[in-house]
C-alpha cells in the first residue's frame, strides 16, 4: 500500500495593475529555481486563502487581502501530492506605494504578458492560461 498524504497548499496571486508578485524556489527546497507565487502549507485547520495571506507576508513582507479563489489543482509531484489552492490577492490600501514597485525580499512585479514565459512548476499551467485570458486578451 502507498498512500501519501495531500499537502493543503495556499497560494497568494497578488495582482496590482495587471503585475503579479513572482519569486523564484530557493536552491535548498523542492522545485528548486523554478518560479513561484508566494504560498505554501496550510496550518491543521487554517483556511487556504488566510494560509496564502500569511505565506504572502512571511515571504514577502506584503500585507494583502484574499479576493476569490480562481482555481484549485491537484497534483503528484516526486515529493509530495498537494492540493494547491489559487487565491486571487490584492495588496492591501494602506500598503507604502514603494512595496507595489520594489523587489520584496527576491519577489518581482512582473507583467501579465511575460508569465507564459517563466519556468512555473507543472500545476501552475491551467493558473498560467486563466491569468493570461483574464488579464492580457481582455
Ligand atoms: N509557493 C508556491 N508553491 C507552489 C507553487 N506551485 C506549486 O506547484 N507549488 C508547490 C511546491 C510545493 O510542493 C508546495 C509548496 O510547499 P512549500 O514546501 O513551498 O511550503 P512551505 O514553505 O510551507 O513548506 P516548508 O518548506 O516550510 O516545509 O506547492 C507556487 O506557485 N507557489
Not at 519569486?23 to 496550510?42: I, M, N, Q, Y
Not at 495571506?53 to 498537494?82: F, K, N, Q
Not at 514603494?98 to 519577489?107: A, P, R, V
Request: glycine share 6%; net charge negative.
Amino acid at each position: 500500500m502507498n498512500e501519501r498524504k495531500t499537502n493543503r497548499i495556499g497560494i497568494a496571486v497578488v495582482e496590482h495593475q495587471r503585475q503579479f508578485l513572482i519569486g523564484v524556489r530557493d536552491h535548498s527546497t523542492t522545485l528548486a529555481g523554478h518560479h513561484e507565487f508566494p504560498g505554501g502549507k496550510c496550518e491543521p485547520g487554517e483556511a487556504p486563502d488566510v494560509c496564502a495571506a500569511r505565506e504572502c507576508l512571511e515571504e514577502t513582507g506584503l500585507s494583502v487581502r484574499p479576493a476569490e479563489e480562481l482555481l484549485y489543482v491537484e497534483h503528484a509531484y516526486d515529493h509530495a501530492d498537494v492540493l494547491l489552492h489559487f487565491w486571487l490577492c490584492h495588496p492591501e490600501p494602506a500598503v507604502p506605494a514603494h512595496l507595489l514597485t520594489e523587489d520584496l525580499k527576491g519577489f518581482r512585479w512582473i507583467p501579465a504578458e511575460e508569465l507564459p514565459a517563466l519556468n512555473f512548476p507543472a500545476a501552475n499551467a491551467p493558473l498560467i492560461d486563466l491569468l493570461i485570458n483574464a488579464y492580457v486578451r481582455s
